[in-house]
């Protein structure tokens, strides 16, 4: 945000075919800059800063496979090669793509106001590369000359398994995320529909690179997740299969958990079900998280063709959601091409695999590798236009819905979420993005009510106007009900100016507890009128009533014992009992109890009869 505040976030777009955002490597290189004292320092002195080093996890890996054992126990391998592949570099937002180096200028630009030499990043190689014959001095066993021939970005390997290798080929992962990446060839083509430029592959040093455009979605199988962990509607991600309706019929779920990623890049909205009605149940639910994912796979896929001019003829998919067959028939529905799944799902291993062979021999070209790949089955398109338009109509307004729900970069920070890829908000608009007057407006929704001055009751308008009002639960005078939804026999004490004051006024010096105000609403609610009654009770301890209470009842009962005679002190002994909990027999506070009305007393505690007078008063 702070590198987008003067020029945007799409300031280093031409140059990166990126979005300023914090999913990349470069923003990530600045916060540990920022927030690790020892890392400044180190950058800062001339000797030290030498032996900074910031690299991706492949670089790791690659750092860690050609290294050897340090001397200092527990630390990591030392002395590793130091490089990174194309297609990983280009997600940096420090490599000019027509260069294929860094670059100093945007180095410093994200990095600001600290100063990152080039020596610090990896050294930029092919995807398709021969990277070193790796030894068993790493400490790993069995990898003793064993060549290290490819490093490829994940969705880029999705790619190349896919065997997607010509201009207009594209694939779609249905992971956590959803990700559909088109080979665009040997031309670097800009994107002005918020999807992002990138590096695809590179087979070889002396082989032109090849790029691509990637479109991102923040949740697709997560969504399922979602239905499964916290709403607990399915048992397992297969359920949404076998639940859903034939039909949506009207109701649609925005999945924007953490804002709206490919094409609207909107970090203020939020995740909605919309069009709801009492004929709705679980398996609407289902059906609109599905279709959920086929929606936001059209946005993307519509931005590319407005991008590259190039119409996919079929759209190649893979991830764990590609295996549910009603997610891929309304997919082949909605962008009204074919959809086909391949016999080997797990494609990024593939691409990673097909590169190296490609380095070490393994095969010659790139036909090769095409005839290896099976399709495992293919869906056509079979709905007709006119409900195609229809869903995709509900849809935009469905997004319309879910925009504007977060008023500003605070409230993201406070609800604690943090801005995946490219999240933060451009001027970039989608196709088709819903018109102005559909955007969300503030909530007009009042609040809760403030405590009158009086106890209200309100009638308002009734919900169902053509139903006539139950003639028992509209009165003027309902049952009171307590704080659980209780009904009490008493109706709730009115309340004079001072009880009411007290409800404004914060606690008093002395500690004295405050009144609870009562607010009745849905309790009181039918079909016919509602009414709402609030009641301001005192703020009175509520052991001092009890305490009066108490003393009035041994009053009574120390009147009626003197008039029945010889009863009276019995009586007098237990009420002198309650008030002072002592010896009373040797007390000259108290009075002097006859001798035998103890012993009256001791053969009662041990279980002797007593005549039914005793009895009774007791």
Not at 53 to 82: C, I, M, P
Not at 141 to 156: H, R, T, Y
């Amino acid at each position: 945000r702070e590198l987008a505040h003067h020029d945007g976030v799409n300031r280093l777009r031409s140059r990166t075919g990126l979005p300023l955002a914090s999913y990349f490597a470069g923003t990530k290189v600045k916060w540990l800059i920022d927030n690790v004292p020892e890392l400044a320092r180190d950058l800062q002195d001339e000797q030290k800063r030498a032996n900074v080093r910031f690299g991706t996890v492949d670089t790791w890996l690659l750092y860690q496979l050609t290294g050897t054992k340090s001397v200092d126990e527990g630390a990591a391998n030392v002395g590793g090669l130091f490089m990174t592949d194309v297609s990983n570099a280009s997600r940096w937002l420090f490599m000019n793509l027509e260069t294929l180096k860094w670059d100093q200028e945007l180095v410093d630009t994200v990095c600001a106001p600290h100063s990152v030499p080039l020596s610090a990043l990896p050294e930029i190689c092919p995807s398709s590369h021969v990277y070193a014959t790796l030894k068993d001095s790493c400490g790993i066993q069995g990898i003793k000359d064993v060549p290290l021939a490819s490093i490829l970005g994940d969705q880029q390997a999705a790619l190349f398994g896919q065997c997607a290798f010509d201009p207009g080929e594209a694939k779609n992962t249905y992971g956590t995320g959803l990700f559909l990446m088109m080979n665009t060839g040997k031309d670097l083509v800009p994107s002005k529909h918020g999807l992002l430029t990138t590096v695809a592959f590179q087979l070889g040093k002396d082989s032109d690179v090849v790029y691509a455009l990637e479109g991102s979605v923040s949740h697709a199988g997560s969504t399922i997740q979602w239905l499964r962990d916290q709403l607990q509607l399915i048992e397992s991600a297969p359920d949404t299969e076998t639940l859903s309706t034939p039909q949506n019929d009207g109701l649609y779920m925005v999945p924007a958990f953490a804002g709206l990623f490919a094409p609207y890049w909107r970090s203020d909205a939020r995740a909605c079900i919309v069009g709801m009605t009492t004929s709705h149940h679980k398996g609407h639910v289902c059906r609109a998280a599905l279709e959920a994912l086929a929606y936001q796979a059209r946005e993307v896929f519509d931005a590319m063709f407005a991008d590259s001019q190039v119409q996919l003829k079929e759209l190649k998919v893979d991830g764990g959601a590609s295996v549910n067959k009603l997610l891929m028939q309304f997919q082949a529905d909605m962008i009204d091409v074919d959809v086909v799944r391949p016999t080997v799902m797990e494609t990024t291993s593939m691409g990673a695999a097909f590169a190296a062979g490609l380095a070490v021999g393994v095969w010659n070209d790139l036909e090769e590798i095409r005839a290896l790949w099976k399709a495992d089955e293919r869906f056509s398109p079979s709905m007709d236009e006119s409900d195609r338009e229809r869903n995709w109509k509900g849809w935009k307004k469905a997004i319309s819905k879910s925009l504007g729900w977060v008023d500003d970069e605070k409230k993201v920070e406070e609800e604690g979420h943090s801005e995946p890829e490219g999240q933060e908000q451009t001027d970039v608009k989608p196709l088709d993005e819903p018109a102005d007057d559909q955007q969300v407006q503030g909530d007009d929704t009042p609040g809760v009510d403030t405590p009158a001055a009086e106890p209200v009751v309100e009638e308002e308008k009734a919900i169902h106007e053509d139903k006539a009002p139950v003639e028992e639960k509209v009165t003027d005078e309902k049952p009171d009900r307590g704080v659980h939804g209780t009904v009490d026999d008493e109706q709730p004490p009115e309340t004079d100016d001072d009880d009411v004051k007290a409800v404004e006024e914060d606690e008093d010096e002395d500690g004295a507890v405050k009144p609870m105000v009562i607010d009745r609403g849905m309790d009181d609610m039918d079909f016919g009128v509602v009414k709402r009654e609030r009641v301001v009770a005192p703020a009175r301890p509520a052991a001092s009533y009890s305490l009066v209470f108490l003393l009035i009842c041994c009053l009574v009962a120390l009147t009626t014992g003197m008039l029945v005679g010889k009863h009276h002190e019995l009586i007098q002994k237990h009420v002198m009992d309650f008030l002072y909990p002592h010896d009373h027999s040797s007390c000259s506070c108290c009075p002097d109890f006859g001798s035998d009305d103890m012993e009256e007393e001791e053969d009662e505690e041990d279980g002797d009869d007593i005549d039914d007078d005793d009895t009774i008063l007791k």
